[in-house]
């Protein structure tokens, strides 16, 4: 597929996304809606499409930074092809802009932060003994200075790692200390810990789409945190609510779901 | 068009303030969807059950819908999971109870399309499908990413349009608001066939 966006003529199906996304005003949704009544393509198409959509637009905070370009290494794309793993997330200068245009706009009235539990994520020393590559040994020092209260210092080297162990192929290494999801998920909680939520978010959203659980999982848990410390409590609910039946978080979650509640 | 016809989304404010000739129009147009939906995919004769049931849920909840989130794309939600567990119900019917003619009653009665919809699993298979997107057709990404955070951000439909507009008239001045709509459309047909091909069910019902 090539990407080519905007050569075509505008027909009424064209509008099929925008109306999908709430993007419409009231007589272009009108005319839409009239052309669903004649056009069984298009009224498949949001039938098909709805749980997607519906995602989308419940909780676009959730997607928005993955949309966002990302400008990894040419080694880096290919070991994260082979590998199966995602992509580096170093967001664009005009998305960093937006997330932080965004942060002023939000209204600080009500203070969801006060429910935020932001408390370190434990982590033993003898699982980063055996760093042998450079992602591993960027790794380990990260966790280093996590375990010794050093924050700001642990979120840049372990976004460091994160890029570091992507790059490299560690599949023929005996031992690995940490992954790139584990790197991403103590980064955001670093960042969070250092005090800058918003900043805890890229990391944290790339490490919530990790496959596995319990990086998943807690990525969630300190996601929902830097929503509610940036006073978005409709997306950390959102966030909490999928995490309500972890064997980990879960009660935690269901918790502070009733704290959002009342 | 007829001057006096409402969006299914004003007709759904209307009815949420307690206005019941909005709350049955909005039904009556939904139920006509929903029929031409379901025949297509419901034994002729459950046609009228699958379509009750889906109605009925949307009855009871759709006050409780998030804001923002439009009433068609909400309902057919609905619809989705009660012709799901059509299927299901006849699966079960097809292996265990053979000599039951019936169509299965629905359990969907109590689920909220959204509560269906945000699964871990559904959230992480759209994230990763999003992401291919970004990667594959980064200007579809760009313009993903300006409409979602402008969601997130809660801006109004126009606000949120004109933005990513503006934003992506930076790469290509001459982009008019219909070029917009129509990068958007194909945009979306990009991310609808990555998301069906991660959900390996290209043709789900």
Same mark, same amino acid.
């Given at each position: 597929m090539s990407e080519r966006t905007d050569e075509k003529p505008l027909s009424p199906c064209d509008l099929l996304a925008a109306y999908e996304l709430g993007l419409l005003d009231g007589q272009e949704r009108l005319r839409f809606e009239g052309h669903l009544e004649t056009c069984p393509h298009c009224l498949e198409e949001v039938y098909a499409f709805a749980p997607a959509s519906l995602l989308l637009t419940a909780a676009p905070g959730r997607f928005a930074a993955l949309a966002a370009p990302a400008k990894p290494s040419v080694s880096g794309r290919l070991a994260a092809v082979l590998a199966g793993i995602f992509q580096p997330r170093v967001f664009a200068p005009v998305a960093a802009a937006a997330a932080l245009a965004l942060l002023v706009l939000i209204p600080s009235a009500p203070r969801w932060s006060d429910l935020a539990v932001v408390e370190p994520l434990s982590w033993s020393h003898v699982q980063v003994r055996a760093g042998g590559d450079p992602g591993g040994r960027l790794f380990a020092d990260g966790m280093e200075r996590y375990t010794a209260g050093r924050y700001d210092d642990a979120a840049e080297i372990l976004q460091q790692a994160a890029r570091a162990m992507e790059d490299t192929d560690r599949g023929s290494l005996p031992l690995q200390a940490g992954t790139p999801g584990q790197a991403r998920l103590y980064a955001g909680v670093s960042l969070l810990l250092a005090g800058r939520p918003q900043a805890a978010k890229g990391p944290l959203l790339a490490a919530a789409a990790n496959p596995l659980p319990p990086v998943a999982q807690g990525a969630d848990w300190y996601l929902a945190q830097a929503y509610l410390l940036t006073d978005r409590p409709d997306s950390a609910g959102m966030v909490l609510k999928g995490l309500?039946?972890?064997?980990?978080?879960g009660s935690r979650a269901r918790a502070l779901l009733d704290r959002l509640a009342r | 068009m007829n001057l006096d016809a409402q969006s299914l989304d004003t007709l759904c404010a209307r009815a949420q303030a307690g206005d019941g000739r909005a709350e049955a129009d909005l039904f009556s147009a939904l139920r006509v969807r929903f029929l031409q939906l379901a025949k297509r995919r419901v034994r002729t004769d459950h046609i009228e059950d699958v379509v009750q049931d889906a109605l009925k849920i949307v009855c009871d909840r759709y006050r409780e819908r998030k804001q923002g989130v439009g009433i068609l794309v909400w309902s057919l939600t609905v619809l989705r999971n009660v012709i799901g567990n059509y299927y299901q119900g006849r699966e079960t019917e097809r292996r265990h109870m053979d000599f039951v003619a019936e169509y299965p009653r629905t359990a969907?009665? &109590?689920? &909220?399309p959204l509560q269906t919809a945000l699964t871990a699993d559904s959230i992480r298979l759209l994230q990763a499908a999003i992401r291919e997107l970004a990667e594959r057709f980064p200007r579809c990404g760009r313009i993903f990413h300006h409409l979602l955070a402008g969601l997130a951000g809660g801006g109004a439909s126009q606000e949120v349009s004109t933005g990513t507009l503006a934003a992506m008239q930076k790469e290509n001045p001459g982009l008019t608001r219909g070029g917009f709509y129509t990068a958007l459309h194909r945009c979306r047909a990009h991310l609808r066939a990555i998301w069906d091909r991660r959900q390996g069910e290209p043709n789900h019902v």
């Open positions: 309500a039946e972890s064997p980990v978080y | 969907a009665s &109590d689920e &909220d």
